[in-house]
């Protein structure tokens, strides 16, 4: 049976998928990043690898090595890895950078699929093992947005769109039709926490993909704590992409919403 190669950055979901994939008989390889993927993908997967952050050709030799033709890239990567610790990135990873006329995700995530590729192995995209943390359009919590909720999503919604576009980030925080705070490269939970800073309670939140978003990599992700920040920043509302989000720990996310009677909904 053919192997399929987990690349794993931090969070839950390279373990989900892990979980998904091998009860469908899948036979997975993890690639772990020291000090940022989760070690206890270790015990989801048939063997692992650990590399360190940057060493592009050691983990290219390990999947080789392995026999591996198809792999997965899963979980956040920390701009910061480039920015910060451009020391630590090996002769295949500075070659792969210099080679882009940006640092944008996409952009970074577009080469490394072309990087494989020359090495005969294929990103491919994890949705149809993951298809059940995929919500579709409606309201999941007891209550919906309200009059001035809603409308703020609507705006909220429109310069998310333009935001992810651009390939900026995928989060916009908005209340009043006044946008409060924009994501960059810090990541949607800081986003909510300088929305949070700029005003009280009664901000809303959204997550869009990008217009063309491709599925196999860096599709929008929401779990607990981004709703657990969401709330203790004041935000009341959120809304999320219909068909192009992952929301992982959905049912503890509804629970603790409709606690807080804030609305999360799916446009």
Same mark, same amino acid.
């Given at each position: 049976m053919?192997?399929v190669g987990?690349?794993?950055?931090?969070?839950?979901?390279?373990?989900?998928?892990?979980?998904?994939?091998?009860?469908?008989?899948e036979?997975l390889?993890?690639?772990?990043?020291?000090g940022?993927?989760d070690?206890?993908?270790?015990?989801?997967?048939?063997?692992?690898?650990?590399?360190d952050?940057?060493?592009?050709q050691?983990?290219i030799?390990?999947?080789?090595?392995?026999?591996?033709?198809?792999? &997965?890239?899963? $979980?956040?990567? $920390?701009? !910061?890895m480039?920015?910060? /610790?451009?020391?630590? =990135?090996d002769? $295949?990873?500075?070659?792969?950078l210099?080679?882009?006329?940006?640092?944008?995700?996409?952009?970074? =995530?577009?080469?490394?699929?072309?990087?494989?590729?020359k090495?005969?192995?294929e990103?491919?995209?994890?949705?149809?093992? =993951?298809?059940e943390?995929?919500?579709?359009?409606?309201? #999941?919590?007891?209550r $919906?947005?309200?009059e001035?909720?809603?409308?703020d999503?609507?705006y909220?919604?429109g310069?998310?769109?333009?935001?992810?576009?651009?390939?900026?980030?995928?989060?916009?925080?908005?209340?009043?039709?006044?946008?409060?705070?924009?994501?960059?490269?810090?990541?949607t939970?800081?986003?909510i926490?300088r929305?949070?800073?700029?005003?009280?309670?009664?901000?809303?939140v959204?997550? =869009?993909?990008?217009? /063309?978003?491709?599925?196999?990599? !860096?599709?929008?992700?929401?779990?607990l704590?981004?709703?657990?920040?969401?709330?203790?920043?004041?935000?009341?509302?959120?809304? #999320?992409?219909?068909?192009?989000?992952?929301?992982?720990?959905?049912?503890?996310?509804?629970k603790?919403?409709?606690?807080k009677s804030?609305?999360? &909904?799916? &446009?």
């Open positions: 053919a192997k987990v690349v794993a950055g931090s969070g839950k979901l390279p373990i989900i998928f892990a979980d998904l994939a091998r009860a469908k008989g036979k390889v993890g690639i772990g990043l020291k940022v993927t070690p206890a993908l270790e015990s989801h997967v048939d063997k692992f690898i650990w590399v952050p940057g060493a592009v050691k983990a030799f390990a999947i080789v090595t392995e026999r591996i033709g198809k792999v &997965v890239m899963l $979980g956040k990567l $920390g701009k !910061d480039i920015f910060k /610790n451009s020391e630590g =990135l002769a $295949g990873a500075k070659t792969m210099g080679k882009l006329q940006d640092r944008k995700d996409y952009s970074i =995530l577009k080469e490394a699929a072309k990087f494989l590729g090495f005969g192995i990103i491919m995209d994890p949705t149809p093992y =993951l298809g943390l995929i919500p579709q359009k409606g309201v #999941l919590t007891g $919906g947005p309200t001035s909720e809603a409308s999503i609507e909220a919604t310069i998310a769109r333009e935001l992810a576009r651009f390939d900026i980030g995928q989060t916009v925080a908005v209340k009043s039709k006044t946008v409060l705070a924009l994501e960059a490269a810090e990541g939970d800081e986003t926490t929305a949070g800073a700029m005003s009280k309670k009664g901000f809303v959204a997550k =869009l993909a990008r217009p /063309n978003q491709d599925m196999r990599f !860096d599709v929008p992700l929401v779990g704590e981004t709703v657990e920040g969401l709330i203790s920043a004041g935000g009341t509302a959120l809304a #999320l992409e219909a068909g192009r989000t992952f929301l992982i720990d959905r049912a503890e996310i509804i603790l919403a409709d606690e804030v609305a999360i &909904v799916i &446009v």
